[in-house]
């Protein structure tokens, strides 16, 4: 069985850096880290799951939210089945809880449409807490 776990969150003052890994293991027999989409979803207090970052199975195309373009960066190491999240220049509305996910159906096409849509992915970690505050 396929488990995901993630790491790294804390509390961080605004302006901050923090590094966030999900460290991927169980897969199937001929499966890999690059079989599958990857993304990383966050949830602050009262509001619905956000995509926040997706890269394709191909390793090479990868997609930010608005909010997060230009501060995040999403990167995968496939020799330790790892998924890596650095974020930088945080802000208090950064805060959450941040899930790693993956998803075995997207490639392309499908992914450019559905690259952060939570339905597509089948695997998900336990979460790793976020709080930017001074």
């Known amino acids: 069985q396929l488990q995901l776990v993630e790491s790294g969150g804390g509390l961080v003052q605004p302006g901050g850096s923090l590094r966030l890994s999900c460290a991927a293991s169980g897969f199937t027999s001929g499966l890999t880290l690059d079989s599958y989409a990857i993304a990383w979803f966050r949830q602050a207090p009262g509001k619905e799951r956000e995509g926040v970052s997706s890269m394709h199975r191909d390793g090479y195309n990868t997609y930010y939210t608005d909010s997060v373009r230009g501060r995040f960066i999403i990167s995968r190491d496939n020799a330790k089945n790892t998924v890596y999240l650095q974020m930088n220049s945080l802000k208090p509305e950064d805060t959450g809880v941040y899930y790693c996910?993956?998803?075995?159906?997207?490639?392309?096409?499908?992914?450019?449409?559905?690259?952060?849509?939570?339905?597509?992915?089948?695997?998900w970690g336990q979460g790793t807490q976020v709080t930017v505050s001074s």
């Open positions: 996910a993956l998803a075995p159906q997207l490639a392309t096409p499908t992914y450019y449409t559905y690259r952060l849509d939570p339905l597509w992915y089948d695997y």
